[in-house]
């Protein structure tokens, strides 16, 4: 990704406050925002590499806080870190095991490879939306929250349908820290049902 998009004020504000990711303060305002993360929490951070979201979390909470990504994420203290894809079943029974058979919260700030071409790249991006809350609603304890990025486009707000299906509480959420011009918008959802009925996606 080109310099001119990557070193505006908020990357260099992340890169001189240690974060490995301008994407630290997306997370942050979402706590200061919504209030998602209570300071116990068991959180399960998914697509987590670099591992800015992690680092954040862990100041969060006093909880477990797990990191899943294909790649692998650098070390860092206070974090468990696996390396695999989240829909695979054995990943998400190790995932468990990590936290000790309860998560309180999921985030996924991941997103596809971008391709440019606008209308397939945001059927990829709710797709993976899709595959992380069909993960959260068979791992969550109910009354648990969830935030996943999406993008703005047709197929946006079927996804948040789905989500209201299984969250008492939805919202969509546009982050400051998000590039201009960016179709980049968050989904907060709060107090999981405690039900996985009809959740799309692989699991």
Same mark, same amino acid.
């Given at each position: 990704?080109?310099?001119?998009?990557?070193?505006?004020?908020? %990357?260099?504000?992340?890169?001189?406050?240690? %974060?490995?990711?301008?994407?630290?303060?997306?997370?942050?305002?979402?706590?200061?925002?919504?209030?998602?993360?209570?300071?116990?929490?068991?959180?399960?951070?998914?697509?987590?590499?670099?591992?800015?979201?992690?680092?954040?979390?862990?100041?969060?909470?006093?909880?477990?806080?797990?990191?899943?990504?294909?790649?692998?994420?650098?070390?860092?203290?206070?974090?468990?870190?696996?390396?695999?894809?989240?829909?695979?079943?054995?990943?998400?029974?190790?995932?468990?095991?990590?936290?000790?058979?309860?998560?309180?919260?999921?985030?996924?700030?991941?997103?596809?490879?971008?391709?440019?071409?606008?209308?397939?790249?945001?059927?990829?991006?709710?797709?993976?939306?899709?595959?992380?809350?069909?993960?959260?609603?068979?791992?969550?304890?109910?009354?648990?929250?969830?935030?996943?990025?999406?993008?703005?486009?047709?197929?946006?707000?079927?996804?948040?349908?789905?989500?209201?299906?299984?969250? %008492?509480?939805?919202?969509? %959420?546009?982050?400051?820290?998000?590039?201009?011009?960016?179709?980049?918008?968050?989904?907060?959802?709060?107090?999981?049902?405690?039900?996985?009925?009809?959740?799309?996606?692989?699991?």
């Amino acid at each position: 990704m080109g310099s001119q998009w990557t070193k505006d004020s908020v %990357y260099r504000k992340a890169m001189s406050a240690g %974060y490995r990711a301008r994407a630290a303060y997306k997370l942050l305002e979402i706590q200061q925002r919504n209030g998602i993360i209570r300071p116990s929490d068991n959180v399960v951070d998914l697509g987590a590499a670099p591992g800015s979201w992690l680092q954040v979390l862990r100041d969060l909470t006093g909880g477990k806080v797990i990191g899943v990504d294909l790649n692998p994420i650098a070390p860092m203290g206070g974090v468990t870190t696996i390396v695999g894809d989240f829909t695979d079943p054995l990943v998400q029974e190790r995932i468990r095991e990590e936290a000790g058979g309860i998560v309180n919260v999921v985030v996924c700030d991941a997103a596809p490879k971008l391709s440019g071409q606008k209308s397939y790249d945001q059927a990829r991006a709710v797709g993976l939306g899709e595959d992380a809350l069909a993960f959260a609603c068979t791992i969550l304890k109910p009354g648990g929250n969830m935030v996943i990025k999406s993008f703005q486009g047709e197929l946006f707000v079927d996804l948040l349908v789905e989500v209201r299906k299984h969250f %008492y509480s939805v919202r969509g %959420y546009r982050t400051k820290a998000s590039r201009k011009g960016s179709a980049e918008t968050y989904i907060i959802a709060k107090n999981f049902k405690g039900t996985c009925d009809g959740a799309e996606g692989p699991l």
